[in-house]
């Protein structure tokens, strides 16, 4: 029988969710955000469940590199969750975030020139208590 995940990303999906799926799928976000989410998740479930967590990173040759790459890549992803469902072209997506700078970028999205500089940003991570990372 496969594992059924459902995926959130507010605290009350998250609570839901607990309810009846066997793990929460969820994204990269502040420490205290992602514990709340998790114990949402938890709050009506008698057993331990599996938590997995999606994060962006953007990879460069140098950090500058990386950071346009994350921009140009990454900032459609960034519109607010209520968007999603109303921007239907990809001219809408353009619109949506054409005042998001790269500043607000690099919040959301790890940026680095070299893969050992993601280590400790995945241990914040696996010490929250997530048993599965998938770096996207």
Request: aromatic share 10%; charged share 25%; net charge negative.
């Amino acid at each position: 029988v496969p594992s059924i995940y459902g995926a959130a990303l507010t605290n009350q999906t998250a609570e839901w969710l607990g309810e009846w799926a066997d793990g929460l799928l969820t994204v990269a976000d502040s420490p205290e955000g992602l514990q709340n989410r998790i114990q949402s998740f938890l709050k009506h479930s008698p057993a331990k469940k599996m938590l997995m967590l999606k994060a962006d990173i953007s990879y460069g040759d140098n950090y500058q590199k990386a950071l346009d790459s994350a921009y140009e890549q990454w900032r459609y992803t960034m519109v607010e969750p209520y968007q999603v469902s109303e921007l239907r072209l990809p001219e809408d997506f353009e619109k949506a975030t054409q005042k998001l700078t790269k500043d607000e970028v690099q919040q959301k999205v790890k940026i680095i020139s070299r893969p050992k500089e993601a280590i400790p940003w995945i241990q914040k991570f696996i010490d929250i208590g997530f048993d599965i990372i998938v770096l996207h």
